[in-house]
């Protein structure tokens, strides 16, 4: 494996359900324990990168990728991306990257796609920071409206024009990459299951069941979502990021950073193999 100080950017060919993959993916070796970043629909995992300047992770291992249907991965069959497609595929990743227990970090479909994995492999997952994660319902107002429409993905490129002055910290930015940072044949399907996942998946359940540290990161605009006394009275540290919404790595990326950094140093948890 490259040194802790080289950063290796690559595509990684994988087959997923019979599905090719070459999956854009940004990685740093080490021997401590690495972060796994998984970004949300519509980002990517450039959104993550600024890892590089915070000198919190100074040498800390980390991998970062595109889901399929985002971003610079390729896929050849987007129809067949679904929740448990992203949550295959990041194992496929981990075991790819010699990953065995790891911290992970993951904002919004990211976040569910951790949330899977975690559940069916609960003793790998050494912390869990979830950023606006989907954990119930109310978490699907646009994927649910989207999927009223004969075209999914044409509402939501459509929606996303109209949005640009949006009053939602990030939404602008978040309107302006849309349409370079999703694959739209992918959007049908990745909604479909995100819905049924929330409303039939039991999702909060799933989440406080994990042993591991968890915190759940959101902004100040999310701060009425009806679970947060649930997971603050499970144990769940709750991070609110002012002057933010669904989006804090745009909106508030310094106080974001800083507290994914300050949760990582309370851990403590040494590393239960090399990278």
């Not at 067949?80 to 911290?103: K, N, Q, S, W, Y």
């Not at 009223?148 to 309107?175: Q, V």
């Not at 769940?236 to 002057?243: F, T, W």
Request: with cysteine; hydrophobic share 40%.
């Amino acid at each position: 494996m490259p040194s802790a100080a080289r950063v290796v950017h690559e595509q990684i060919p994988l087959r997923i359900h019979g599905v090719n993959l070459k999956v854009a993916s940004v990685r740093r070796g080490g021997v401590d324990a690495p972060v796994v970043f998984l970004h949300g629909f519509g980002t990517s995992k450039e959104d993550y990168l600024d890892v590089l300047q915070r000198h919190e992770f100074a040498g800390r291992p980390f991998l970062a990728y595109d889901a399929p249907g985002s971003g610079a991965t390729e896929c050849a069959g987007l129809g067949e991306v679904d929740l448990p497609f992203l949550a295959e595929t990041a194992r496929a990743m981990l075991d790819r990257a010699g990953i065995g227990r790891f911290h992970v970090v993951g904002h919004l479909t990211g976040a569910l796609t951790a949330l899977l994995l975690a559940h069916k492999e609960p003793g790998r997952v050494l912390s869990f920071v979830n950023i606006k994660g989907v954990l119930a319902p109310e978490d699907c107002v646009l994927s649910r409206e989207a999927l009223n429409h004969r075209d999914p993905g044409d509402f939501l490129f459509k929606l996303a024009e109209r949005s640009r002055e949006t009053p939602c910290y990030g939404g602008g930015l978040y309107a302006s990459n849309l349409p370079n940072k999703v694959q739209r044949g992918a959007v049908p399907t990745l909604f479909r299951s995100m819905v049924e996942l929330a409303d039939h998946g039991n999702l909060l359940q799933k989440f406080l069941s994990l042993p591991c540290p968890k915190m759940y990161l959101y902004g100040e605009q999310c701060a009425g979502l009806s679970y947060l006394p649930i997971l603050d009275a499970n144990g769940v540290e709750l991070a609110e990021i002012p002057h933010s919404g669904q989006l804090p790595l745009y909106s508030n990326p310094v106080a974001t950073w800083r507290q994914i950094a300050e949760f990582h140093a309370r851990q403590l948890i040494p590393s239960a193999r090399r990278w």
